[in-house]
């Protein structure tokens, strides 16, 4: 499986942006599991938001509850996600990965495929 994630730029505070991620390769039925996962300058890769890729139990962290939403497009292997009300510490390069695994997971560790990030920027 291939990911590339499109979409990040420069927003101000309070602005939106939606994340794409597109999957690809002759391995891609055996994604089971999506997600988001963002690192800013000097800090760990941390948890976003994942979806299994067939059921609908999305989850986000609570840094982002009410403001991010996870979603996806199985017709067109592509995944998303979208983020409102940003705000200058959602700051950071986000990730789309994807997992084997058939539950939705948190940890980084279980996600084996990742894209090649895209960079975020909220000004204040």
């Known amino acids: 499986v291939q990911l590339q994630a499109f979409g990040g730029g420069l927003v101000q505070a309070g602005g939106y942006l939606r994340l794409s991620c597109a999957a690809s390769g002759r391995t891609v039925t055996t994604v089971a599991t999506v997600g988001w996962f963002r690192q800013a300058p000097g800090k760990e890769r941390d948890f976003v938001a994942a979806?299994?890729?067939?059921?609908?139990?999305?989850t986000v962290a609570d840094s982002v509850k009410g403001r991010f939403a996870i979603s996806r497009d199985n017709a067109n292997n592509t995944f998303y996600l979208q983020m409102n009300s940003l705000k200058p510490e959602d700051t950071a390069v986000y990730y789309c990965?994807?997992?084997?695994?058939?539950?939705?997971?948190?940890?980084?560790?279980?996600?084996?495929?990742w894209g090649q990030g895209t960079e975020v920027t909220v000004s204040s």
């Open positions: 979806i299994r890729w067939s059921g609908n139990d999305p």
């Open positions: 990965a994807s997992s084997s695994i058939r539950q939705v997971i948190t940890a980084r560790k279980w996600y084996t495929k």
